[in-house]
């Protein structure tokens, strides 16, 4: 998929919200998270939500760095690369309470939640996304 | 090659049972009475598609899989299979089974979904982990670490097949050449195909349908003037050839004995063409020396700002494909479809033009080649070619940078030209002439978003057209596998607003996508 702007914003949105939804349901309660099942749902569900608020900002400056490219396309290894500087951010943020509802997250909890959940969305973009929405492609990446 | 063989003109006004009438020739919409008063055989169809190539094959692929029956549609071609032009095609502008095309690993004709990839499956077809993991590698790293993956040609040719026996594509052919199409009064259209001699009691069969699709590939060989010019007064068509002719015997006379060649041009022919001759060097030690004459000479990276810089250098300019990636798909596909008239026609010169994948192995030959001094590149326009001293070889006289030029060639391999005008094409002249259509900014056939030739619509009958002749509309992408499913898409989807077919939702899709991954016919 080459994205335009819109269809970024709308893919950022849509896949992480449904596809990273289902997949926070199912993973949150074999996290090492230390909490009661309500409250690591609480904070799974914050951080997932985090990566949709701050991944609208990010896809700004992503589009900004596309319009160097000539070809005007986003190479599939930076759409996985990029879940580093983001997967940094948010640690960074939540350490500094800069998350709300969010305190504490130990580590490896939020490492396996976060990798887990960009390369599974990494993955169905690249591929099986195609299958059901057989114009999304060609749609620079919008489903509406 | 595509393009009409010369029919004879019906100059007298009797003509035989079950041939084109003068009445028909001259009438521009056509009565049902009229056709029957010719005498020709009508044969009801709801969809036809013209051509046979590959774009009418990923057109019905579509349409079957949305759910049309095969019985509704009528391929009309001379192909025994839709690859058939394009085989011969790359077989001898250098590109062989064995080796690999030119579009990337999702444009795949025989999968609508473009899952898995071609890089997908070549993987899972490897018979040891070194080929296994370098498909997958590739496509992970491309354009950055490693250039585009793309597939080879027998990979593309025995999906096809695969795919064309799974949707039993065969039994919607009808065999021979189509001569015109022509709206019919009460709405569609008339196809009138000639069967080949002997195939049928009649010279012509009229197909009546409510819509048409016409995928006639390109509309025949361009020669470049002084190519011409040099074929006819000196009636040597071996010592000057064009790339998309068969021309086996410059490789074996350079093999017998060691000559310098020419090669014009600077797309991707010109880049296999080279290949072939300095991989020959390399293979059987020859002393074969190259000249390469661009036109347009790229000495670096080009554009009009720092937003839009193209590769390039020594004369080449350089893209993965022939137009920049996103116009399949992404920003620029949006933003062509925005362009009208001369803002389109410019846009179109800046990110097309002639260009050639960026390949290693290819930089690594031509710099060992001007290191060694055997392959040399320059500016520079053909003027006339001549023969040689001795009717030895042949002289090219040259306008270049540095003034004009003559250089001795025993041989001159011309890259350029599949780019005939679309008149050559019989049928397409006929729609010009006496259906409403009418060409586009760069001079071909005029087509909207949807496909649908502007013009030519006989309510409620619609009539499309995809591939190279519909080049200069609003999506530039059209001459390429993933081009071709594209314009399949918008006329399916066009399809399903008029009611012929129920349009494609996910659970179909995915419904559909199991079926093909399990091989199963629709
Ligand atoms: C050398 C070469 C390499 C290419 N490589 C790639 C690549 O790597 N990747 C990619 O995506 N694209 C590539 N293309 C571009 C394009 O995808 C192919 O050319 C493709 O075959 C175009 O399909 P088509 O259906 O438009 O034409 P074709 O496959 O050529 O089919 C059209 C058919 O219509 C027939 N026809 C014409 N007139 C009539 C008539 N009046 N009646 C009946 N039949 C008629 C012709 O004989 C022809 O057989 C390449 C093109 C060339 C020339």
């Given amino acids: 998929m080459l994205p335009t702007l819109n269809g970024r914003l709308q893919s950022r949105i849509l896949v992480t919200a ?5 997949w926070t349901l199912l993973i949150t309660p074999v996290l090492p998270t230390g909490a009661p099942l309500g409250e690591s749902y609480r904070t799974t569900f914050i951080i997932l939500l985090t990566v949709i608020v701050l991944g609208v900002l990010w896809e700004f400056l992503y589009h900004f760095l596309q319009q160097f490219r000539w070809e005007k396309d986003w190479p599939s290894s930076w759409g996985l690369f990029t879940g580093i500087n983001e ?3 948010i640690w960074l943020l939540i350490n500094v309470g800069g998350v709300p509802g969010v305190a504490h997250v130990p580590g490896w909890a939020y ?10 969305i990494w993955a169905a973009q690249n591929g099986p996304l195609r299958v059901p929405f057989i114009r999304w492609r060609f749609n620079g990446g919008r489903f509406l | 090659m595509s393009g009409d063989a010369p029919l004879p003109q019906s100059a007298s006004p009797r003509t035989e049972p079950g041939d084109l009438t003068p009445e028909l020739v001259e009438t521009d919409i056509w009565t049902d009475d009229m056709v029957a008063r010719a005498g020709i ?14 774009g009418s094959f990923v057109t019905v692929d579509y349409l079957r899989i949305y759910g049309v029956p095969a019985q509704q549609i009528v391929v009309l071609t001379g192909l025994d299979v839709p690859w058939q032009s394009y085989e011969y095609l790359t077989r001898v502008s250098q590109i062989p089974r064995t080796e690999r095309l030119r579009s990337d690993s999702q444009s795949r004709p025989d999968n609508i979904w473009g899952f898995p990839s071609y890089a997908v499956s070549e993987a899972f077809a490897a018979k040891n982990l070194k080929d296994f993991l370098w498909p997958l590698w590739n496509v992970f790293t491309e354009p950055i670490l ?3 993956y793309t597939p080879r040609a027998g990979q593309a040719f025995s999906g096809m097949e695969k795919e064309m026996n799974r949707i039993g594509y065969l039994q919607s052919v009808r065999k021979g050449q189509v001569r015109m199409v022509r709206r019919r009064a009460g709405g569609g259209y008339y ?26 590939g390109y509309p025949g060989l361009r020669l470049l003037k002084d190519l011409q010019d040099y074929r006819l007064t000196y009636r040597d068509p071996t010592k000057v050839v064009n790339a998309y002719e068969p021309h086996e015997h410059v490789y074996d006379q350079l093999r017998i004995r060691p000559g310098k060649v020419v090669v014009r041009g600077g797309g991707i022919v010109a880049s296999r063409v080279l290949q072939r001759l300095i991989d020959d060097r390399d293979k ?21 700002d720092i937003f839009n810089r193209r590769p390039g250098g020594h004369g080449w300019a350089y893209q993965g494909f022939n137009y920049p990636k996103s116009v399949w798909g992404g920003q620029l596909k949006e933003k062509m479809a925005k362009l009208e008239g001369e803002a389109r026609a410019q846009a179109y010169e800046e990110m097309g033009g002639t260009n050639t994948p960026f390949r290693r192995n290819w930089l690594e030959q031509l710099k060992r080649g001007r290191s060694q001094g055997w392959y040399r590149e320059m500016q520079g326009t053909f003027d006339n070619i001549r023969p040689g001293p001795n009717g030895a070889g042949v002289v090219v006289a040259m306008d270049t940078q540095h003034g004009r030029l003559e ?4 041989f001159v391999i011309d890259c350029t030209g599949l780019e005939a005008d679309i008149r050559e094409s019989r049928v397409l002249a006929d729609l010009l002439d006496h259906s409403g259509a009418g060409r586009n900014p760069k001079g071909r056939l005029d087509v909207n978003a949807q496909f649908e030739v502007i013009g030519t619509r006989s309510r409620p009958g619609r009539l499309y057209a995809s591939g190279s002749s519909t080049l200069g509309g609003p999506f530039p992408g059209v001459d390429t596998f993933l081009g071709l499913q594209i314009s399949a898409q918008e006329i399916a989807d066009d399809l399903a607003r008029v009611g012929f077919v129920k349009r494609m939702g996910p659970g179909r899709s995915i419904a559909q996508w199991w079926r093909w991954a399990r091989n199963r016919p629709i």
């Fill in chain 1, 18 to 22: 449904i596809l990273g939804g289902i």
């Fill in chain 1, 87 to 89: 997967g940094l951010l």
């Fill in chain 1, 111 to 120: 490492l396996i939640q976060f990798v887990t959940t960009w390369f599974l």
């Fill in chain 2, 41 to 54: 055989p009508v044969v009801p169809v709801p969809f036809v598609t013209v051509g046979g190539g590959i």
């Fill in chain 2, 146 to 148: 490693t250039n585009y």
């Fill in chain 2, 191 to 216: 196809t009138i195909l000639t069967p080949p001699a002997g195939a049928a009691p009649t010279k012509r069969i009229a197909y009546q349908s409510q819509y048409v699709h016409i995928a006639i």
């Fill in chain 2, 284 to 304: 059987y030690h020859l002393q074969t020396e190259i000249l390469q004459v661009f036109r347009t000479f790229y000495t670096g990276p080009h554009g009009k």
């Fill in chain 2, 407 to 410: 250089e001795y060639a025993d």
